[in-house]
């Protein structure tokens, strides 16, 4: 089975919290009515994983108190298909760009997917539940959702257990 993926326009940070999507020109007309929602959902390509980096099974934090974890079981970049995804708030559309705030994809990352966040849809139906690793990490280092680590940062704040070579 093969899977087709390509860009459909890349994201470039302004500062810490905002970036702007660029969507190429052959989908601009795909943006019609993209301003009437005030969220969107970001699908994108974390075109920094390395093959090796692909092969990450678990991690555990250094810095933290935290157990190891498989990698479905983290929001950390490194995992067998690095796709990211991100709830932002739309500030502005000026014909192909969009301004937003919140993005967590680093400069000229690889936009594959735009959404319309719709509560209905995309807000999980019943209580959520959160580890005491998670809830103490969001208590003692996320005040806002930004974090402020750049890709090879976050590398180095945890230990990488790699799934071996076949």
Not at 46 to 67: A, G, Q, S, Y
């Amino acid at each position: 089975m093969v899977f087709e993926v390509k860009p459909i326009g890349f994201a470039y940070r302004v500062d810490h919290e905002k970036a702007i999507i660029e969507v190429l020109k052959e989908y601009a007309e795909c943006l019609d009515k993209v301003n009437h929602f005030s969220h969107l959902v970001v699908i994108y390509w974390m075109n920094r994983v390395t093959d090796e980096l692909r092969r990450v099974i678990r991690i555990r934090p250094k810095h933290f108190k935290t157990p190891r974890l498989g990698v479905f079981a983290t929001r950390f970049p490194a995992r067998p298909n690095p796709i990211g995804v991100t709830t932002v708030k739309l500030i502005e559309r000026r014909g192909r760009k969009l301004l937003v705030d919140g993005l967590d994809a680093e400069d000229n990352t690889p936009i594959i997917d735009i959404k319309p966040y719709i509560p209905v849809f995309d807000k999980p139906r019943g209580r959520v539940k959160l580890p005491l690793w998670v809830k103490r990490h969001l208590k003692e280092h996320h005040h806002d959702y930004h974090h402020p680590h750049t890709f090879e940062e976050l590398l180095k704040l945890v230990e990488l257990e790699l799934k071996p070579l076949a």
